[in-house]
């Protein structure tokens, strides 16, 4: 059973951030010490967490609750059905903007927000590797 009401769950959902999360500032600073450049905010389908140009790479930063993480499986008891849905959508969306990205060329990688807690370096080292790849983009 939930602790608030329907209006007071709304407003407090209302106010999780989307940009500048603490897994997305993490990735962010920890790619800076290693002195990779990025862009932000670039008008790309999906509107990717980062943008490397020239090397035509986005990378998302995919909160475990928001894009149904299966590692995690941290969906809400209350108004389960509203959450499933949501959540499903959010899957599908993030499955149809990797392949339109893809389909343009680019280079699409996708971590978790755990990965990015728990195994920081690992995720920076993949993203490196990735970038350092001499080899044409290939899907």
Known sequence: M???SQKQRRR?????????????????QALW???????????????PDLVF?????????????????????????????????????NIQRDAEVTTVL????????RFWEHEIKRELYRVVNEICATLDQASPFTP
Do not use: S
């Not at 010490?33 to 509107?47: I, M, P, T, V």
């Not at 909160?63 to 499933?84: E, I, L, S, V």
């Open 12 to 28: 407090c959902m209302k106010r999780v951030k989307n940009k500048n999360t603490q897994p997305e500032v993490l990735l962010r």
């Open 102 to 109: 893809q389909a343009d060329q680019w280079r699409v990688l």
């Open 53 to 89: 140009t020239k090397q035509r790479l986005v990378v998302f930063v995919d909160g475990c609750f928001w894009h149904g993480c299966p590692a995690c499986k941290n969906m809400p008891k209350t108004n389960y059905d509203f959450w499933q849905a949501k959540i499903l959508k």
């Open 33 to 47: 010490h290693a002195g990779r450049r990025y862009r932000l905010n670039l008008k790309l389908f999906g509107k």
């Open 2 to 4: 939930d602790n608030l």
